[in-house]
């Protein structure tokens, strides 16, 4: 089992930044991969970013030069660091990590992006 507690969410003006983390524990030896998704009411949740244990990062054509994924390996958390944001990105995050056989969900945390 992998527990994941996200926090940083909030609320910002378009053009500001945050900055979430999602710290993992319990089997993290068995995490592949870890990454963001987002949920906006009524959307589908979509893939935000992800990074694999090797480092290697994905990011949503909407998101791309804007948000930049990363991962602490000493402190199990990865993080998102969000710039220039907009409206749109107003959505429920959810942290997100991946196993051969599970796939595991954080709580979520909201972020707000006023106009």
């Known amino acids: 089992q992998v527990q994941l507690v996200e926090s940083g969410g909030g609320l910002v003006q378009a053009g500001g930044s945050l900055r979430l983390s999602c710290a993992a524990s319990g089997s993290i030896f068995s995490i592949n991969a870890m990454g963001w998704y987002r949920q906006a009411p009524g959307k589908q949740r979509e893939l935000v970013a992800s990074?694999?244990?090797?480092?290697?990062?994905n990011y949503a054509d909407s998101v791309k030069g804007r948000f930049t994924i990363s991962r602490d390996n000493a402190k199990n958390t990865v993080y998102l660091q969000m710039n220039s944001l907009k409206p749109e990105d107003t959505a429920v995050h959810y942290c997100n990590a991946q196993s051969s056989n599970y796939v595991y969900w954080g709580q979520g945390t909201q972020v707000t992006v006023s106009s």
């Open positions: 990074i694999t244990r090797r480092g290697n990062t």
